[in-house]
């Protein structure tokens, strides 16, 4: 067990997609809804952050920066960690500044954290000067990576899956297939970690959401957070034993933040027949994805599948 500092509520429910299943008979659907992580309108960094913020704490640091997309859900929730654990938060975000301030842009200032333009640079490239610069004026920065996405961060997805299989025992359900969107790969390793460590046996499906590719590729970002914490924890398994990361990479073409026909619909359909909401980057795109997956066939029938809602909810609010 790692420590952590509470931030969410948990377990966040599991529920079956009565409606939409009745439309894809061959199919029974369901929902995981980290969408209600309950941190500052929720989503998937929460549970990352519980690990990263308890160790920023313990390293007896008084800052933490981080980087991101202006949409950028990780910098939401983590301006609202940062509050909940008497932080200072500096917020690294992409592009300039805008006349107008919406979505999660809006919301991390709300949270009062520190927000600096960065132009071209959304991943961090500007982050050492950024930590020189609040070391030399005697802070104590703790970095978080891109999305949150490393080894201390993969314990949320990893303990996701316990809590997931406890809520499955209950029901006396098993899933076949796990789809979601994946983009900093901290989720899909950890994922694949609890999957190994819980003996669970669906099959995760990332949908890919970022198609830039910088010199790492999201595939050995995955498998280096795997290799290091398996290390680190003295894990059974090891990386040789495990499968490999499906990342589907049939939905990125248009781009990061890009919002097409494909997101639209996908996010029109949820909410018709289930009332749930998704957002036009992320959960969209995948929910999109598996819908398109689900009507191709080549799923076996009578598969149990479920959608892990990885939130992202004031991305509809974006205007500019
Ligand atoms: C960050 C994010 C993801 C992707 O999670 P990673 O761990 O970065 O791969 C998916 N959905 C939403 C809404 C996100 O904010």
Known sequence: MQNKFNL????????????????????????????????????????????????????????????????????RQTAAACAKAGLECHLLLGGQKPVKYSGNLLISKIL?????????????????PMMERLR???????????????????????????????????LNLEIDH???????????AGLLLGKEEFEMDFTINGINIDKAETEITLEKTILNIVDEFSHENNCAFK??????????????????????????????????????????VY???????MIDILKSGTLKKGSNILFWHTGGIPAIFEST
Do not use: M
């Open 239 to 280: 990386r040789k034993t495990f499968e490999h990361p499906i990342i589907i990479r049939d939905y990125d073409h248009p781009g990061y933040g890009v919002v097409t026909e494909n997101e639209k619909s996908a996010i029109k359909l949820l909410a018709e027949t289930e009332g749930i909401l998704l957002d036009p």
């Open 283 to 289: 959960s969209g795109r995948a929910f999109f994805g």
């Open 112 to 128: 009062g954290s520190k927000i600096h333009f960065t132009g071209e640079n959304r991943k961090g490239e500007d982050i050492d």
């Open 178 to 188: 796990i789809f979601f969107a994946t983009s900093s790969g901290g989720t899909q």
């Open 8 to 75: 969410g509520f948990f377990p966040t429910p599991l529920e079956k997609l009565e409606n939409l299943s009745s439309q894809f008979p061959d199919y029974n659907l369901f929902i995981k809804r980290d969408d209600h992580t309950g941190l500052a309108t929720g989503g998937n960094k929460t549970r990352k952050l519980e690990y990263l913020i308890f160790d920023a704490l313990e390293k007896g640091c008084d800052t933490v920066v981080t980087c991101g997309a202006q949409q950028s859900n990780h910098c």
């Open 136 to 170: 030399k004026k005697g802070s104590i920065p703790y970095l978080i990576p891109y999305g949150g996405s490393n080894t201390l961060g993969a314990w949320g997805y990893f303990e996701a899956v316990k809590e997931l299989k406890d809520q499955l025992n209950k």
